[in-house]
């Protein structure tokens, strides 16, 4: 099975940058790392958890209309590494971040229920 633990959460300064990593580990040997769906949700306090960004085994992206043009997913397969670059954060960015695997594609991006594995979330928070 497969293990996701997210880094790089913490406190910054509206229009600060942080880079969130979340490493995969213990995956089943018969199916390899590059060919999960990857994705990075986020959950606010007393809201639902929405899709920030997804990444497709060919590398195919999707990002949220609320973070286009500041928020960047990329997957470094040798690593087994999902990346989430924010940048230009906003307070409305706060929340808890979590990695998700599917092993086959969840459609439509924001599909929960389309993933297979989730990371324990790590806090993103950022003042005014």
């Known amino acids: 099975q497969v293990q996701l633990v997210e880094s790089g959460g913490g406190s910054v300064q509206a229009g600060g940058s942080l880079r969130l990593s979340c490493e995969h580990s213990?995956?089943?040997?018969?199916?390899?790392?590059?060919?999960?769906?990857l994705g990075w949700f986020r959950q606010a306090s007393g809201k639902e958890r929405e899709v920030v960004a997804g990444i497709s085994p060919s590398s195919s992206t999707y990002i949220a209309d609320s973070v286009k043009g500041r928020f960047t997913i990329s997957r470094d397969n040798a690593k087994r590494t999902l990346l989430l670059q924010m940048n230009s954060l906003k307070p409305e960015d706060t929340a808890m971040y979590y990695c998700?695997?599917?092993?086959?594609?969840?459609?439509?991006?924001?599909?929960?229920?389309?993933?297979?594995?989730w990371g324990q979330g790590t806090q993103v928070t950022v003042s005014s």
């Open positions: 998700a695997a599917a092993r086959s594609a969840p459609v439509p991006w924001n599909n929960v229920m389309g993933y297979n594995y």
């Open positions: 213990r995956y089943t040997y018969g199916y390899t790392y590059s060919r999960y769906w």
